[in-house]
Nanobody, 124 residues
Framework: QVQLAESGGGVVQAGGSLRLSCVPTRRIYSINRMGWYLQVPVEQREVVAVGDVGGPITYADSVQGRFSLSRDGSKDAVTLQMSSLKPEDSGLYYC??????????????????WGQGTQVTVSS
């Protein structure tokens, strides 16, 4: 089973920046799709940024031009760089990775894993 470790959340003033990181806790074969989602109380989890590795990234209209989703292939880490933060960006951010695990082709299988969530609070 693949689990994800998230980090980088915290409290920041409006206009500030944060960098969220998401790393699988075990060795994986590949990451094929990556995404970050935001959940605020009494609301559904919504897409912040999502896309196939090596393909175009789709951003929520509210974060377009301010957030950037990328993958560090050397570390199997997926990061969300957040700039010009606004109070409405506050909430619990979840990472989702879809890929393959298993170094042997005979043991290879797909995984679809979610992180535990990291809190981002932007004060006005």
């Amino acid at each position: 089973q693949v689990q994800l470790a998230e980090s980088g959340g915290g409290v920041v003033q409006a206009g500030g920046s944060l960098r969220l990181s998401c790393v699988p806790t075990r060795r994986i074969y590949s990451i094929n799709r990556m995404g970050w989602y935001l959940q605020v109380p009494v609301e559904q989890r919504e897409v912040v940024a999502v896309g196939d590795v090596g393909g175009p990234i789709t951003y929520a209209d509210s974060v377009q031009g301010r957030f950037s989703l990328s993958r560090d292939g050397s570390k199997d880490a997926v990061t969300l760089q957040m700039s010009s933060l606004k109070p409405e960006d506050s909430g619990l951010y979840y990472c989702n990775l879809i890929g393959e695990v298993g170094m042997s082709v005979f043991a290879r299988r797909t995984f679809d894993a979610w992180g535990q969530g990291t809190q981002v609070t932007v004060s006005s």
